[in-house]
C-alpha cells in the first residue's frame, strides 16, 4: 500500500496512516493509538512526528535539517514498539522516492547523466543529504541507515555524495558509504558537472590506504578488463601504500605499479618514506625489472638496512660512476655502519 504514496503534502491524518500503512497493527490485536514520547521541551504526538516528515522533504534546506535533527531526538527517546512502526515509515518506497523527488537528488551516475540538462547552480547546501555529509554526520548516518538515501545517490549540482565527503575530507563517512556501494557504482565518474575531471570514486580512493583497500576488494570482484581505469597519478600516490599484496594483485588485472615507478626513480624514495617495511616490496618491484636509482643509498633514512637489502640482492655498489667518492659520502651519511657491513661494501665495490 505504500507504493500509492508518492507526494508527501498528501500525507493522510495520524489514525488514517496507522490504520493503512501499518495493517499489521491491527492484525496482532494492537489497538490503533497516538502515541506520546517524552523528549526534549515537552511530550509531541505521532501527528507531530509525521509534520516533520513533511518537512524534511521541504525545498529549505535549513528548515529540512531542523525537522531532522527533530526527528532524531524523537526516534531515539521513542519506546521499541513505536520505533519499529516510525522505522517501517521511513524504510517504505515512499520515504525514498519523496526524498529523490523533492531533494531533487539523482539515484545513480546514469539518471545524473540524463538528467544534466536539470542540474542547478553550485551554491552551498542543495539539499539535506548534502549539507549533512560533512556538517552533520550523525543525522546523515541516520538517513543511509533508514533508507531515506543511498550513498551511490548525486546531488542537484551533479555531485555524488561520496564525492561531498571526500572534498571535506571525511574519511568515516566515505568508508561507510563504500561499504554500502556497488563495484560498478565505484567505476562510475563522481560527478557529472562540466567542470568535473572525470576522476571515478576508486580514484579518488587512491588517497587513502584503508578506503582503497576498500574499493579494490569489491572491483577486483569484476570480470572485466581493469587495465585502464587507474592513471598514472593515482598509481604514484598508490605506490606510497601498496603491499606486495596489492600490487601482485593489482598486476593480474593489468595494472603495473612497477611501470610507473620504474619510469620515476623518486617514487623509490616515497615508498621508504611511507612503508613502515618496505622490502617486501622492493622485492616485488625487482622481480618485474624495476630496479633502484643509483643515489638509493644516499637517499635513504637507513642506509644500513638498504644496503643489506642491495647485497641480498646481488647488486652492483657502488654503481658506476660513484667511485671513492661516492665511498666517502656514503660513510659520512651512513655513519653507522659496522665493520662487517664495511668490508661488504668495500669487497662488492672493488
Request: aromatic letters at 12%; hydrophobic letters at 40%; glycine letters at 4%.
Amino acid at each position: 500500500m505504500a507504493s500509492q504514496w508518492i507526494r508527501y503534502d498528501e500525507i493522510p491524518s495520524t489514525a488514517s496512516v496507522l490504520c493503512t500503512f501499518y495493517p499489521s497493527m491491527e492484525a496482532i490485536g494492537q489497538p490503533v493509538d497516538v502515541k506520546s514520547v517524552p523528549i526534549e521541551n515537552g511530550d509531541y504526538s505521532y501527528e507531530w512526528f509525521m509534520s516533520k516528515i513533511t518537512c524534511l522533504f521541504c525545498s529549505d534546506t535549513s528548515n529540512s535539517k531542523q525537522a531532522l535533527d527533530e526527528i532524531q531526538k524523537f526516534y531515539k527517546q521513542a519506546d521499541p514498539y513505536l520505533r519499529f512502526e516510525l522505522e517501517n515509515l521511513l524504510q517504505s518506497d515512499w520515504a525514498r522516492r519523496s526524498a529523490l523527488a523533492h531533494c531533487k537528488l539523482f539515484p545513480d551516475f546514469d539518471e545524473a547523466v540524463e538528467s544534466q540538462d536539470c542540474l542547478q547552480i553550485e551554491h552551498e547546501h542543495p539539499d539535506v543529504a548534502s549539507r549533512c555529509v560533512s556538517g552533520s554526520p550523525d543525522s546523515f548516518h541516520f538517513l543511509i541507515r533508514q533508507g531515506i538515501i543511498r550513498s551511490c545517490y548525486y546531488n542537484s549540482f551533479g555531485h555524488s555524495l561520496v564525492l561531498l565527503a571526500f572534498k571535506k575530507n571525511a574519511i568515516e563517512t566515505v568508508k561507510s558509504m563504500i561499504s554500502t556501494i556497488s563495484p560498478i557504482d565505484l567505476l562510475a565518474p563522481a560527478s557529472v558537472a562540466e567542470e568535473w575531471d572525470g576522476s571515478s570514486i576508486l580514484q579518488l580512493a587512491a588517497t587513502d590506504s584503508v578506503v582503497f583497500w576498500m574499493c579494490w576488494d569489491k572491483v577486483d570482484q569484476i570480470p572485466l578488463d581493469l587495465g585502464e581505469i587507474l592513471q598514472e597519478r593515482e598509481i604514484r600516490k598508490i605506490c606510497r601504500f601498496a603491499s606486495m599484496n596489492l600490487a601482485s594483485r593489482m598486476y593480474q588485472r593489468g595494472i603495473d605499479l612497477s611501470d610507473v615507478v620504474d619510469k620515476d626513480s623518486s617514487l623509490w624514495l616515497e615508498i621508504i618514506l611511507y612503508h613502515a617495511d618496505a622490502a617486501l616490496l622492493f622485492d616485488w618491484l625487482f622481480t618485474n625489472n624495476c630496479q633502484p636509482p643509483q643515489d638509493f643509498l644516499l637517499c635513504h633514512p637507513d642506509p644500513d638496512s638498504t644496503l643489506d637489502w642491495l647485497l641480498a640482492n646481488s647488486f652492483p655498489l657502488p654503481y658506476p660512476g660513484h667511485g671513492q667518492d661516492f665511498l666517502r659520502k656514503f660513510a659520512i651519511r651512513g655513519g653507522r655502519l659496522d665493520a662487517a657491513h664495511w668490508l661488504s661494501f668495500d669487497r662488492v665495490a672493488t
